[in-house]
């Protein structure tokens, strides 16, 4: 079964940087589709960002385009999400997730890593 | 606001069925597979639907989907307290280029 592991989670002051990881294992992770999926306490899920299995292609969510960038390296079985100017609503906790929405749903997801922003 | 539209809740009693709707667009539901997700208390999302009908293997067959249209509808029969979790939808919207998710259901098993 596959198996999708975050880190890089954290306290952070509002226009910080953080860069959170995903380890993906038990799969084929360079013929897959890979997605961020954020959860604000208390609140629902909100999709974030995706990537296609080369990392050509890339999609994001109005509210961090400019600030958020995801890649992966397929040599490491790893998917990226860098966060720029960091905001008090970005805390969350972010998943890491096999596939996307749509024709290509997410069937696999990370335990997830809160992100805090707070001065 | 999300782009789909959920009920904040829905309540039966064990062994009854519930259903939970899903509304959108011609730009989202209207235009692709929606998929239903369960997140139990404290833990990660779990894929129950897919490509709007389709049960992942392990998934047990009380859970259904179904699709007309702009919106979408999870079915969940012999309802058991373990069910009790909240319940995501989510497609892809052409006009924003983005996921979208419902904003959640939460199931009570009364």
């Known amino acids: 079964e596959a198996q999708l592991v975050e880190s890089g989670g954290g306290l952070v002051q509002p226009g910080g940087s953080l860069r959170l990881s995903c380890a993906a294992s038990?799969?084929?992770?360079?013929?897959?589709?890979m997605s961020w999926v954020r959860q604000a306490p208390e609140k629902g899920l909100e999709w974030v960002a995706n990537?296609?299995?080369?990392?050509?292609?890339?999609y994001y969510v109005d509210s961090v385009k400019g600030r958020f960038t995801i890649s992966r390296d397929n040599a490491k079985n790893s998917l990226f999400l860098q966060m720029n100017s960091l905001r008090a609503e970005d805390t969350a906790v972010y998943y890491c997730?096999?596939?996307?929405?749509?024709?290509?749903?997410?069937?696999?997801w990370g335990q997830g890593t809160l992100v805090s922003v707070s001065s | 606001q999300s782009v789909l539209t959920q009920p904040p809740s829905v309540s039966a009693a064990p062994g009854q069925k519930v259903t939970i709707s899903c509304s959108g667009s011609?730009?989202?539901?209207?235009?692709?597979?929606v998929s239903w997700y369960q997140q139990l208390p404290g833990t990660a999302p779990k894929l129950l639907i897919s490509?709007?009908?389709k049960r992942p293997s392990g998934i047990p067959d009380r859970f259904s989907g179904s699709k007309s249209g702009t919106s979408a509808t999870l079915g969940i029969a012999g309802l058991q307290p373990g069910d009790e979790a909240d319940y995501y939808c989510?497609?892809?919207?052409?006009?924003?280029?983005?996921?979208?998710f419902g904003g959640g259901t939460k199931l009570t098993v009364l």
């Open positions: 997730a096999r596939g996307s929405l749509g024709r290509i749903p997410s069937d696999y």
């Open positions: 038990r799969f084929m992770f360079s013929s897959h589709w």
């Open positions: 990537i296609n299995e080369d990392g050509s292609v890339s």
């Open positions: 011609r730009y989202n539901i209207g235009n692709d597979f």
């Open positions: 490509e709007n009908n």
């Open positions: 989510g497609t892809w919207d052409v006009s924003l280029s983005a996921g979208v």
